[in-house]
């Protein structure tokens, strides 16, 4: 299994930032995927989880209304469009997938909100 982010940039509190996953050594169209971040200092938390269809999708109280997960089977991603950003969105971010029982996780992608 690999999981590899990108997207994270510096960007202006108010700005928006897409955020993609590509994963492979799986069937991705049959698992569910999951975005958390980590804030300095703080732990791992749960961000957004979409279903494997693409059809459910869950947020954290932190940035419902303001975040979107959404996945493309055919390419094996999935992303995160990020908008309204604040600072404390500022964190690494994360993909994961659970399989087999196992957790993994992506190297993940800075994500820094500052003026």
């Known amino acids: 299994v690999q999981l590899v982010e990108s997207g994270g940039d510096l960007v202006q509190p108010g700005g928006s930032l897409r955020l993609s996953c590509d994963a492979s050594?799986?069937?991705?169209?049959?698992?569910?995927m999951s975005w958390y971040r980590r804030a300095p200092g703080k732990e791992r938390e749960l961000v957004a989880t979409i279903t494997s269809t693409g059809l459910g999708t869950n947020y954290s109280d932190a940035v419902k209304g303001r975040f979107t997960i959404s996945r493309d089977n055919a390419k094996n991603t999935v992303y995160l469009q990020m908008n309204s950003l604040k600072p404390e969105d500022t964190a690494v971010y994360y993909c994961?997938?659970?399989?087999?029982?196992?957790?993994?996780w992506g190297q993940g992608t800075q994500v820094t909100v500052s003026s």
């Open positions: 050594g799986f069937t991705f169209s049959t698992k569910d």
């Open positions: 994961n997938v659970w399989r087999w029982g196992t957790s993994y």
